[in-house]
């Protein structure tokens, strides 16, 4: 945690201000392409640049012996991140999937 502080608490006066937190995690998860990265590339399995709803759900092991909410709430999840609604999430999209 120390190291954690000194990297957010920019001012460097031993205190996390909201607006430090609120940058920190808005650097994070904007710089996360590297991770969404790594997580396209385990998911599109035939590696066109794209996950289908499939793909998620074999990715995430969402298989017939989940709970069927769970699958529900997954595609849920796929059909809002899908900005454009051609049924694939790209890289960006991606990040909405798990970052809504």
């Given at each position: 945690l120390k190291a954690l502080r000194k990297v957010?608490?920019?001012?460097?006066?031993?205190?996390?201000?909201?607006?430090?937190?609120?940058?920190?995690?808005?650097?994070?998860?904007?710089?996360?392409?590297?991770?969404?990265?790594?997580?396209?590339?385990?998911?599109?399995?035939d590696k066109d640049g794209k996950v289908?709803?499939?793909?998620?759900e074999s990715g995430?092991?969402?298989?017939?012996t989940m709970a069927q909410d769970m699958k529900d709430h997954s595609a849920a999840k796929f059909k809002a991140a899908d900005n454009d609604k051609d049924g694939l999430l790209t890289e960006d999209e991606l990040v909405h999937y798990f970052h809504p």
């Open positions: 957010v608490d920019v001012d460097g006066d031993a205190k996390i201000t909201y607006a430090e937190l609120f940058s920190y995690a808005h650097k994070r998860h904007t710089e996360g392409g590297d991770v969404m990265g790594r997580g396209m590339m385990w998911l599109d399995k289908t709803l499939d793909e998620m995430l092991s969402l298989d017939e």
